[in-house]
């Protein structure tokens, strides 16, 4: 069975995406901070009868890091890395006059920093897997500049950078960036927790995740909404 490393995975999108795996017969490991959140998002995955591994730890950890695709290569070797697990820099949101250089920090340590060490340390597996494949989740804010979203969205732009050179440089490999466009989870609330809006349910963006993994089209960035629009 193929094996994927999902990140940020207790909740929201990471939470979607394990149980649409799951479902599809994939074995997992999964990441969160929250070991007990994680540990029940794991435990709803028993029905699906797959191998499912919950270590919870902070990705900005190194041996976290390494715990994660060693136990992915127990499972027979990672084919897809997910980079979900995120940082806001600063909950509720604020303007860059007022963001900590250390909030930011934070930010580029988590999504940019922490992505790409789990990345170097999956390669070799990655390389190794019949179709290894590599998303990193990123945000309308990456490329739009939206009041109070200075830090977050440049730390999505910088990873949207790593993600593209990726796919050049591993030929290989697909290296999907991916817009989710608006979600409701619990890292919006963080960032906004005025905004009574409804939002869309983040299973309702797994079916665009999914058409990647199926359709293997060429490494670049991706919006979910697009990708659901076409199918």
Do not use: C, F
């Not at 927790?193 to 960035?221: I, K, N, Q, T, Y």
């Amino acid at each position: 069975m193929p094996v994927a490393i999902i990140t940020g995975a207790s909740r929201g999108l990471g939470r979607a995406l394990a149980e649409a795996l799951a479902a599809r017969g994939w074995d997992l490991v999964l990441d969160a901070r929250n070991s007990e959140v994680l540990k029940e998002a794991a435990g709803a995955l028993a029905p699906y009868g797959t191998r499912v591994t919950a270590l919870p730890g902070d990705v900005t950890d190194s041996w976290h890091r390494t715990a994660l695709v060693t136990e992915a290569a127990r499972l027979g070797g990672v084919d897809l890395l997910v980079s979900n697990a995120s940082a806001l820099g600063a909950e509720p949101l604020v303007r860059l006059a007022e963001l900590s250089l250390d909030g930011l920090r934070r930010a580029l340590e988590v999504n940019v920093v922490a992505a790409l060490g789990l990345v170097k340390e999956a390669l070799p597996q990655l390389r190794a897997a019949p179709a290894g494949a590599v998303v990193t989740v990123s945000s309308d804010a990456a490329a739009e500049a939206y009041g109070t979203w200075g830090g977050y969205g440049a730390s999505k732009a910088a990873l949207d950078q790593l993600a593209a050179v990726l796919g050049v440089e591993e030929p290989g490999l697909r290296v999907w960036a991916v817009d989710p466009g608006d979600m409701a989870t619990d890292l919006y609330a963080a960032a906004v927790p005025d905004d009574d809006d409804s939002r869309p349910d983040p299973r309702s963006v797994v079916p665009a995740l999914l058409r990647l993994l199926d359709e293997r089209p060429a490494s670049g960035r991706y919006g979910a909404p697009a990708l659901l629009e076409t199918r």
